[in-house]
């Protein structure tokens, strides 16, 4: 069993910055790739970054290449979302998820976070 929490959200302007955490408890966090999912009002969970065991093999989605950067410290138990030139459309609850593969497909998600709220204002 992992235990997944996230920190970090809150509200910026546009162009602004965040940085997510995601504190892991529980046995073998570093055997789990790690990965961020979001979800705007009215819409579906998306996929938005993963990160495998290693830390080794990072995954984007296209709309937050160039922009975000996921990261963990497996010695802290921790994974991070470093969100940078945030937009109004980045708005949305974001999730941490423990996958078991590297490109963290949702279906392949074994546990998730309770999220964390993400408001971008323009």
């Known amino acids: 069993q992992v235990q997944l929490v996230e920190s970090g959200g809150g509200l910026v302007q546009a162009g602004g910055s965040l940085r997510l955490s995601c504190a892991a408890a529980?046995?073998?966090?570093?055997?789990?790739?790690m990965g961020w999912f979001r979800q705007a009002p009215g819409k579906e969970r998306e996929f938005v970054a993963s990160?495998?065991?290693?830390?080794?093999?990072?995954y984007y989605e296209d709309y937050v290449k160039g922009r975000f950067t996921i990261s963990r410290n497996n010695a802290e138990n921790t994974v991070y979302l470093q969100m940078n030139t945030l937009k109004p459309e980045d708005t949305a609850v974001y999730y941490c998820a423990a996958c078991r593969y590297s490109t963290c497909p949702e279906s392949g998600v074994t546990y998730w976070g309770q999220g964390t709220q993400v408001t971008v204002s323009s």
């Open positions: 990160i495998s065991w290693s830390g080794g093999s990072t």
């Open positions: 529980g046995r073998s966090f570093s055997n789990y790739a």
